[in-house]
């Protein structure tokens, strides 16, 4: 009886003892867990005092930025790869950028591909009709390729061009400047100018099914009516073999599809700089005529004060490289004697010092071949 009690007090004992450690351990545990929060609590802080809130802001913009990043990875998966999706992305940013235009009062091309348009510039009498000098407008014609079924698309298309430029020449005479036939197929341009001179080239074309190169750095249209510029972005699409770009029927139709304020008649230059870091500027009556991997520039008319200029005035303005014709053509611009400079200095004394002379009148001008610039990019 009595080796019975003992051994149920020194279970007891035990069974205390057993508890008591265990409380111990816990107790323990979350001391120390609590002393580890309370020091990462003090290393937050300490943290937060000596970082700055530009530190946060710039953590913040960079993984911004990465969330922006794996964003468009898997959006331009999608787009790519389902038709649906690509189709309806296209028609949702065309209906806000079609949106804004009407807002903002400016011009919008239509969506999508097949179309084509015929775009006039005309000059008004200022001492009969009030109103702009210079009158911009533009007709879209839409391309139905399916009603076609005895032609290759190719021909198709040829043959609606073809068309088309017919009825652009036809409107180029009386006060119209230029006739700008643009057409959108394969996601490309291709822009035609004609002309209201005597003696005009017809411009030659073909259809844009291969992608162009962009030829031009920067392009700025300037005019000494606007304190600043306006920044011409052509995109690639436009840069095709045979294309005419940058006439002033490009540069109106240009200005009045974006939403800066802007001044526009024939006193415009156009300050350009092309992928060779060649700058050189072009007027109202040149415009650059585009190859596969070169450009020329194009005098279309000579305006009245520099046909006299020209002839004592060495070519310094227009940088010319020999063409793989063999014809003979100036190199880009050399140094130039004093005596020269002299020379052409008083030539254009003697010029402004005669009657006044416009430098946009029109009369009695010819198709000027002689001084094209070519430049192989």
């Not at 879209?140 to 061009?161: G, R, V, W």
Request: charged share 20%; hydrophobic share 40%.
């Amino acid at each position: 009886m009595l080796k019975g009690i003992k051994i149920r007090f020194y279970y007891t004992i035990i069974i205390k003892m057993e508890a008591i450690a265990m409380y111990t351990l816990v107790a323990g545990a979350v001391g120390l867990g609590f002393n580890f929060a309370l020091d990462a609590m003090r290393g937050a802080v300490d943290n937060a005092q000596q970082t700055s809130l530009n530190d946060i802001f710039i953590k913040i913009a960079l993984g911004l930025l990465k969330i922006k990043s794996k964003m468009e990875v898997a959006f331009g998966d999608l787009y790519n790869t389902y038709p649906f999706v690509r189709e309806c992305s296209d028609r949702t940013v065309y209906a806000l950028h079609f949106a804004s235009a009407k807002a903002k009062g400016y011009a919008i091309e239509p969506y999508g591909n097949n179309w084509i348009s015929i775009s006039t510039i005309e000059e008004t009498n200022k001492q009969l009709m009030l109103g702009d000098q210079y009158v911009y407008s533009e007709k879209y014609h839409f391309i139905n390729p399916e009603t076609n079924t005895s032609l290759a698309i190719n021909d198709f298309y040829k043959q609606c061009m073809d068309h088309t430029c017919e009825i652009a020449k036809s409107r180029c005479k009386v006060n119209v400047l230029e006739t700008l036939v643009t057409m959108k197929v394969f996601d490309k341009y291709l822009n035609v100018a004609y002309f209201n001179v005597d003696n005009a080239a017809h411009s030659e074309y073909v259809l844009p099914t291969v992608a162009g190169r962009n030829q031009f750095l920067s392009i700025e249209y300037t005019h000494p009516h606007m304190k600043s510029g306006i920044v011409i972005n052509i995109p690639d699409s436009m840069y095709c073999n045979t294309s005419c770009i940058l006439t002033p029927m490009f540069i109106q139709r240009y200005l009045a599809h974006q939403d800066k304020l802007y001044f526009f008649d024939m006193n415009y230059v156009l300050k350009i700089m092309d992928t060779n870091i060649n700058t050189f500027n072009i007027k109202s009556n040149q415009y650059i005529k585009l190859s596969e991997r070169s450009y020329s520039v194009i005098t279309v008319y000579q305006m009245n004060n520099e046909a006299v200029v020209n002839e004592n005035r060495p070519e310094v303005d227009r940088p010319e490289v020999g063409s793989d014709d063999g014809s003979d053509v100036d190199e880009m611009p050399a140094l130039i004697e004093i005596g020269e400079i002299a020379a052409a200095d008083l030539a254009v004394e003697n010029l402004q010092g005669g009657d006044d002379v416009d430098e946009t009148a029109r009369e009695n001008y010819t198709f000027d071949q002689d001084y094209p610039m070519e430049v192989e990019m």
